[in-house]
């Protein structure tokens, strides 16, 4: 309250007094609470490297001070600083959630399963091959030395060629089987054909809840399907449970009325109009 106070005396008139007006209720037995701002040079050429090492060495020491994971709140106000930050913490071993990294459009498991729905609607197309073996590649699914001229196969093959290519490696696809099955049954076809559960993948249910949702709500058209997608795939996530351990790593729009034990804000540095 005496932040607010102090900070609407840098304001014009018509805001001052809307600053003047925003105090909060507390418990004024509540003593605890701690803030501490630091700095950092924005020119420097390692500035993000410094502000995800001391991010870092903040949430180590929390956990030393009996905060759990799940305290800890980080608040940016884009989805770049946001994303750096979860792969930079990530790679530190610190468990992270994000509204972000909670979207199926961001599962690579998800976008095969899409791929191969579109080469099931359309066999020939060289965009859902490609995409299909890249991901095989990438998973270790198959081998190949050459990337180029596997991707030139998938364009340039025939769809016997194709199919055939796959079988050799493992994958038996019976085309006009498939596409006869009911959309929910072609995704279970697809996640046990190309193994994709083998290590137990999240993402995967709450995709097969979505098809679940709108085969019930809509039809088992494919090619509807995939267009409706295109659309839900921005909204379309994960939902965890709230006891999960995790660093939240999210948008100040986003943190709106929520509350947590710990809030980090590494990018404090926008600029503001006085009007």
Not at 80 to 102: D, F, P, Q, R, W
Not at 183 to 203: D, K, M, T, V
Not at 218 to 226: A, G, H, I, R, Y
Request: aromatic residues 14%; proline residues 2%; negative net charge.
């Amino acid at each position: 309250n005496k932040f607010y106070r102090f900070v609407a005396d840098s304001f014009d008139d018509d805001f001052k007094s809307i600053y003047k007006t925003v105090e909060q209720e507390y418990d004024q037995k509540n003593s605890g609470g701690f803030v501490s701002v630091e700095f950092v040079e924005k020119g420097e050429s390692d500035f993000d490297e410094k502000i995800s090492t001391r991010t870092i060495e903040h949430i180590r020491s929390l956990e030393k001070e009996n905060y759990s994971l799940g305290d800890i709140s980080i608040l940016v106000r884009s989805n770049s600083e946001g994303s750096y930050l979860e792969n930079e913490l990530s790679a530190n071993g610190i468990k992270v959630v994000s509204s972000e990294s909670l979207l199926l459009k961001f599962s690579d498991e998800i976008n095969f399963i899409l791929s191969f729905l579109k080469y099931i609607d359309e066999p020939s197309d060289p965009v859902s091959r490609s995409a299909m073996l890249q991901y095989l590649i990438s998973a270790n699914k198959l081998s190949a030395k050459d990337f180029s001229a596997v991707y030139f196969f998938a364009a340039e093959s025939s769809s016997t060629e194709f199919r055939e290519y796959l079988k050799k490696n493992d994958f038996t696809l019976n085309n006009y089987f498939l596409s006869k099955l009911p959309l929910y049954e072609l995704c279970e076809e697809a996640i046990r054909i190309f193994r994709l559960n083998e290590s137990g993948n999240s993402y995967l249910q709450f995709f097969l809840d979505e098809v679940a949702q709108y085969s019930a709500k809509k039809n088992n058209n494919l090619s509807e399907f995939l267009e409706w997608w295109n659309e839900r795939r921005e909204k379309a996530s994960l939902v965890i449970s709230e006891g999960m351990n995790a660093v939240n790593i999210m948008t100040i729009h986003k943190s709106k009325g929520l509350e947590f034990p710990v809030v980090i804000m590494p990018y404090a540095k926008w600029k503001k109009d006085k009007g």
